[in-house]
């Protein structure tokens, strides 16, 4: 029996790297079996492509790398068969590509993400589809350790192979110390984040007045958290106040400075978006050089995330659960299922912003990784097997994991279908007239969604928390206060309806801007 099973594409990695390149990274692959085997996981490597070795699992060989549903039928064959504790996905999207997950808060102009790209679909054991809905229960451990993409030199991944290797659990107190960093404008949300996962907000920096250039003790504590915007195909993060948005963080700019053993948790957009940096001649991705100086985990977004200036919500949360669940001793694998399951169980319905948010966060990292020593570790009497004692734990962990995943994928009312030609009552037409002209849009801005309740959630139902009937979201981008002062951002407005009327409502900061592309490539400034 595999406790741990890494999949990757043969293929795929040969036209990258060449036999000799594969040869390499099958060396190093080996060598973290290895030393997985004497921390008592029995480790497997498998070829999605490989027609022999997928007919053992009872599933089809990956013909086309780039087919989502391909990929995720093999994996998924896997899962049934095997039934593995960890799953690690080995290679960037272009040897094993991220689902295809269409963003029903896409609109031009606004939210211009067609699809929340991520992992969330292999992490779940319902079938292939593009509706994120799909995927509201979440059972399975899952991470990426990402190549470069576009790279044809293997050195990178090997060295990551290397550091899952050779890792080292710490003591929670090595976590205590951490750095934080947010956007002003973002200041009262990201003072909450800390405060709950720290129990303070004193290393707090803000961007500005801070710039990119941090100095070496302040990113040297082992827990980061970050609240900045981002950008598409971009190795910086970027501050604001009012009009400005100030770099306050580049790629460049934290080479050397990373400590062994540290773990991110980002907010901003993009701030995991695994693009070609080799193809177009641009610093790494942020995340990529997290890994590279040692890092052990990246948990963050693939494309535009949301969140409020004031108070916790959507991104917030996801990162803060993930950050908790780390330091309460879980693998950074099982601290992503976590973060997923707490972020979909609080939510009374999962509107479009909140499928989008549990779609496009993904870990980046050996996902069997332990950062933090287990606190309460069971005592082995002389001569039992100590691994297979961690083996029986960790199995009762994924079982009830597995029934909270059932239980939400059969309760949790989700919004994904949209509507078109609604009839509004006059009550909520005058309700988003109202909200519309208080975030400057017009009303027929807002897209009306259905929101779909298993017969679980409606027996359940009560008349003080009824299930809502639709959602109303406008995702637009606000005209600058200055005309030329700042770049476009998302803004989300999510409206909620039950029996007829809007009951409540929420403003949803988008963490992403449109930085000019000159100022982008090979920036060292």
Known sequence: MDDKIIVTNGAALTKKYGNTGVARIKKAIDALIVADGKRGIKSRLIYLDNAATMKKFKGKAVTVPSAPKDNKDAIDAIFRSADPEYLMILGAPDVVPHQDLKNTAFKPGGDEDECAYGDLPYACDAPYSRDIATFKGPTRVVGRLPDLTGASDPSHLIRLLSIAEKYKSND??????????????????????????????ASLVLSPPSTHKHPPKRLAPKAHFINCHG?????????????????????????????????????????AELYDSVTLELPLPISQHYLLQGAYGYFGSTTIAYGPAVGNGVADIITKEFLLAVFEGASLGRAALIARQKYIAQAGELDPIDLKTIGQFNLLGDPSIHPVKSAG?????????????????????RAKLKVQGQMLRETKPTASQKLRDVKKPPTVQKALANIAREVGIKTDEFMAFKVKAPKTALAKATKSAPVASRYYIAVYQPEPTVPGSGPPKSRAAVAKEIDGRIVEYRIYEGKSWAPIAADRKGSTA
């Open 231 to 271: 950008g598409l195909t971009d190795p910086q993060f970027y501050g604001q106040k009012g009009t400005k948005f100030p770099v306050s963080l580049k790629s460049t700019g934290i080479k050397d400075k990373i400590t062994p053993g540290t773990v991110a948790a980002v907010e901003c957009c993009f701030g």
């Open 377 to 397: 570790a069971t005592h082995v009497p002389k001569g039992v097997d100590v691994s297979e004692v961690a083996r029986i734990d960790r199995q009762g962990r």
């Open 172 to 201: 929670v107190s090595d976590y205590s110390a951490y750095f934080g960093l947010s956007a002003d404008s973002w200041r009262n949300s990201t003072e909450t984040s800390l405060r709950d996962i720290f129990g303070n907000s």
